[in-house]
């Protein structure tokens, strides 16, 4: 099995910054992406940054220059840099990791940010 353990959320105000981490433990595959979903009140979850174990980058066009996500293969962990952050950044945090190998997807329990006006 594969297990995730997110950590680094909570409530800030507006302009101010978190840095969530994520770190997968268990059937871990050379080759897998890693990333963070969210899932604002009211609103479907979607894919705010991801990086392979190649270094290959994703991010939400809502995000891009502002955000920032890193790994270390060697942990099996990312990191996702929040500067700046603004209340529509609010919602339901997700790690996540997809791989070649069973099983292909595992989420983490998710980890609440809150941006305050």
């Known amino acids: 099995q594969v297990h995730l353990v997110e950590s680094g959320g909570g409530l800030v105000q507006a302009g101010g910054s978190l840095r969530l981490s994520c770190a997968a433990s268990?059937?871990?595959?050379?080759?897998?992406?890693m990333g963070w979903y969210r899932q604002p009140p009211g609103k479907q979850r979607e894919l705010v940054a991801s990086i392979s174990s190649g270094g290959s980058t994703n991010y939400a066009t809502s995000v891009k220059g502002r955000f920032t996500i890193s790994r270390d293969n060697a942990k099996n962990a990312i990191d996702l840099q929040m500067p700046s952050l603004k209340p529509e950044d609010t919602g339901v945090y997700y790690c996540?990791?997809?791989?070649?190998?069973?099983?292909?997807?595992?989420w983490g329990q998710g980890t609440q940010v809150t941006v305050s006006s």
């Open positions: 996540q990791i997809v791989q070649r190998i069973a099983p292909y997807t595992t």
């Open positions: 268990g059937h871990i595959g050379t080759a897998n992406v």
